[in-house]
């Protein structure tokens, strides 16, 4: 008896590239299996669909971000995997993965409810051509009096950007995808609020995005784009994935932090224009205090818990974790997540960013793991929003959004 599985995921070429592919491999040995991809573009309304329909039969699987995995789990949204894992575990298992890109969807009990398909994390990246090129590096030692190298701090950053940029033409010296859509531009915010040492909440949960290192990450952040005018005008409108292409295809910007899918992209030649001319760095950090802190949040594909094809399901989900079919996810511009794959020399030989993720994933934050951030999440793309592109105050932004997601914290209670 045949049966069809109803896979949901973003709309993103890579993403439905490489499971079309996968899934077609699948097909070939599991002829009674049909795999029908779903997709839907805007981050909200996929997030929305799936928790509305994660307990009916709409979906067998979901390929969602890690930001919403804590609300999936409350809701009882996935199927644990463990039983499926003691009888067919993936390839290498348990050491499949880096711990990294299971923790997230392992619960305090140690029950698993995904594995990992498309790594991030958020990496710096600059032209290193620019960088390298005689000219620019005397006219910007003459300028600043020091050597122009990838930068170690965001005054350094912003010094490099101005440098770069020449509106006039066209050409910027960073792009950021400051879209308004709950995503991108909190993640850049988060990267830019640690980075200087701050923290989203005490240790109470209490939050504490509002302080002075908050204050001066919005600030900063909002004015390389209303103040400097270091990125193109239509950062305001681009999604990350908008930002990347800006980056590698129209290759209008000497610098960009991302996810690590624009390194992939930037490489492969039918997609980029500036194929061997990317170089790679750690986050720029605050000039007083503050690390070199990326941002881990990664996609997992994981069971329905109102599937009717929960087995055909996790034969799917295991097919796809194998060495073979991550190599697939990887070629198609995404981020391969097992280690055998990071560590294959074919794999670094075409691209030479994949010997810094382990390094990066030791260092990485990760937005609160908590049932209530999607919620949270919404003042938080509200604030930034008021800042970056009506031009309100950042201190009273901010200072306003905290006493909101306070008072969702409290409601939740977490000040009992």
Not at 162 to 190: C, L, S, W
Not at 221 to 233: A, G, H, N, T, W
Not at 335 to 352: D, H
């Given at each position: 008896m045949s049966s069809q599985l109803n896979l949901l995921c973003r709309e993103y070429s890579g993403f439905v590239n490489a499971l079309k592919k996968q899934a077609?491999?699948?097909?070939?040995?599991?002829?009674?299996?049909?795999?029908?991809?779903?997709?839907?573009?805007?981050?909200?309304?996929?997030?929305?669909?799936?928790?509305?329909?994660?307990?009916?039969?709409?979906?067998?699987?979901?390929?969602?971000?890690?930001?919403?995995?804590?609300?999936?789990?409350?809701?009882r949204s996935l199927v644990p995997l463990n039983k499926y894992i003691k009888e067919d575990p993936p390839e290498d298992w348990p050491n499949t993965y880096d711990k990294a890109l299971l923790r997230i969807q392992t619960d305090k009990d140690g029950y698993i409810y995904g594995f990992p398909y498309h790594d991030g994390p958020v990496m710096f990246y600059y032209r290193k051509d620019l960088f390298e090129e005689k000219k620019n590096k005397e006219e910007f030692k003459r300028k600043y009096g020091k050597a122009l190298k990838p930068p170690k701090t965001w005054s350094e950053f912003l010094n490099i950007a101005q440098f770069f940029t020449k509106?006039?033409?066209?050409?910027?010296?960073?792009?950021?995808?400051?879209?308004?859509?709950?995503?991108?531009?909190?993640?850049?915010?988060?990267?830019?609020?640690?980075?200087?040492?701050?923290?989203?909440?005490?240790?109470?949960?209490?939050?504490?995005?509002?302080?002075?290192?908050?204050?001066?990450?919005?600030?900063?952040?909002?004015?390389l784009i209303r103040k400097y005018r270091v990125v193109p005008e239509e950062s305001v409108k681009f999604s990350a994935i908008d930002a990347g292409e800006f980056y590698y295809k129209e290759g209008k910007a000497s610098m960009t932090w991302n996810w690590t899918h624009v390194a992939a992209m930037a490489e492969i030649p039918k997609y980029s224009s500036i194929v061997g001319k990317t170089g790679y760095s750690l986050i720029p950090k605050g000039d007083l205090k503050g690390q070199h802190i990326s941002l881990s949040v990664y996609w997992i594909l994981g069971i329905t818990s109102g599937s009717k094809?929960?087995?055909?399901?996790?034969?799917?989900?295991?097919?796809?974790?194998?060495?073979?079919?991550?190599?697939?996810?990887?070629?198609?511009?995404?981020?391969?997540?097992?280690?055998?794959?990071?560590?294959?020399?074919?794999?670094?030989?075409?691209?030479?960013?994949?010997?810094?993720i382990e390094k990066i994933h030791k260092n990485v934050g990760n937005l609160p793991p908590i049932p209530e951030?999607?919620?949270?999440n919404k003042v938080l793309n509200e604030a930034i929003e008021e800042v970056v592109i009506e031009g309100k105050d950042v201190k009273e932004t901010l200072d306003k959004a905290r006493e909101e997601v306070y008072k969702i914290m409290e409601r939740a209670g977490y000040y009992g």
């Amino acid at each position: 008896m045949s049966s069809q599985l109803n896979l949901l995921c973003r709309e993103y070429s890579g993403f439905v590239n490489a499971l079309k592919k996968q899934a077609e491999k699948f097909t070939e040995i599991n002829p009674d299996i049909k795999i029908e991809i779903k997709t839907i573009e805007e981050y909200e309304r996929l997030n929305e669909e799936m928790i509305k329909s994660s307990l009916t039969s709409n979906y067998d699987i979901f390929l969602c971000l890690t930001d919403i995995v804590p609300q999936l789990l409350k809701n009882r949204s996935l199927v644990p995997l463990n039983k499926y894992i003691k009888e067919d575990p993936p390839e290498d298992w348990p050491n499949t993965y880096d711990k990294a890109l299971l923790r997230i969807q392992t619960d305090k009990d140690g029950y698993i409810y995904g594995f990992p398909y498309h790594d991030g994390p958020v990496m710096f990246y600059y032209r290193k051509d620019l960088f390298e090129e005689k000219k620019n590096k005397e006219e910007f030692k003459r300028k600043y009096g020091k050597a122009l190298k990838p930068p170690k701090t965001w005054s350094e950053f912003l010094n490099i950007a101005q440098f770069f940029t020449k509106r006039e033409e066209g050409f910027y010296g960073a792009v950021v995808g400051a879209k308004p859509d709950g995503h991108n531009n909190i993640y850049d915010f988060m990267i830019n609020l640690w980075t200087r040492g701050g923290s989203f909440f005490d240790d109470k949960m209490k939050p504490i995005f509002n302080s002075k290192e908050g204050v001066e990450a919005l600030q900063f952040y909002s004015d390389l784009i209303r103040k400097y005018r270091v990125v193109p005008e239509e950062s305001v409108k681009f999604s990350a994935i908008d930002a990347g292409e800006f980056y590698y295809k129209e290759g209008k910007a000497s610098m960009t932090w991302n996810w690590t899918h624009v390194a992939a992209m930037a490489e492969i030649p039918k997609y980029s224009s500036i194929v061997g001319k990317t170089g790679y760095s750690l986050i720029p950090k605050g000039d007083l205090k503050g690390q070199h802190i990326s941002l881990s949040v990664y996609w997992i594909l994981g069971i329905t818990s109102g599937s009717k094809n929960k087995d055909e399901a996790y034969k799917f989900l295991r097919f796809v974790t194998k060495h073979e079919m991550d190599k697939i996810t990887a070629y198609e511009g995404n981020i391969a997540t097992r280690l055998s794959v990071w560590r294959e020399p074919e794999i670094l030989k075409r691209w030479p960013f994949y010997s810094m993720i382990e390094k990066i994933h030791k260092n990485v934050g990760n937005l609160p793991p908590i049932p209530e951030y999607p919620e949270i999440n919404k003042v938080l793309n509200e604030a930034i929003e008021e800042v970056v592109i009506e031009g309100k105050d950042v201190k009273e932004t901010l200072d306003k959004a905290r006493e909101e997601v306070y008072k969702i914290m409290e409601r939740a209670g977490y000040y009992g």
